[in-house]
């Protein structure tokens, strides 16, 4: 059963940075989906950013566009999150999803977070002065 295993968070001042990591526990990282939804308090789940394992492709949802980078290490099973010029909106408990890629990386930054395959338990990310 694949799990994820996310880490990174903690207290940031606006503007400035955090590297998420979420680390795959599976034989190999070949036609997965992967990425990062929010769910800020009160708010419904957003999806962030995620990428194909297999050629790369990333979305972003607008929000965080030209501010966070997706990037992916297969042979360390691990995505990773940057995100810079953090702002107190972006405060959230991030998780780390993943589905197997049949469909565009878009469809599953779209998805109704409780029907993506697999999810992670969450890692705290407070932007606050």
């Known amino acids: 059963q694949v799990q994820l295993v996310e880490s990174g968070g903690g207290l940031v001042q606006p503007g400035g940075s955090l590297r998420l990591s979420c680390k795959i526990s599976?034989?190999?990282?070949?036609?997965?989906?992967i990425g990062w939804y929010r769910q800020a308090p009160g708010k419904d789940y957003e999806g962030v950013s995620c990428i194909s394992s297999s050629d790369g492709s990333t979305y972003y949802a607008d929000s965080v566009k030209g501010r966070f980078t997706i990037s992916r290490d297969n042979a360390k099973n691990t995505v990773y999150l940057e995100m810079n010029s953090l702002k107190p909106e972006d405060t959230a408990v991030y998780y780390c999803v993943a589905d197997h890629l049949i469909f565009d990386v878009t469809y599953y930054c779209r998805k109704d977070f409780r029907y993506l395959e697999v999810w992670g338990q969450g890692t705290l990310v407070t932007v606050s002065s």
């Open positions: 599976i034989f190999t990282l070949d036609y997965y989906a």
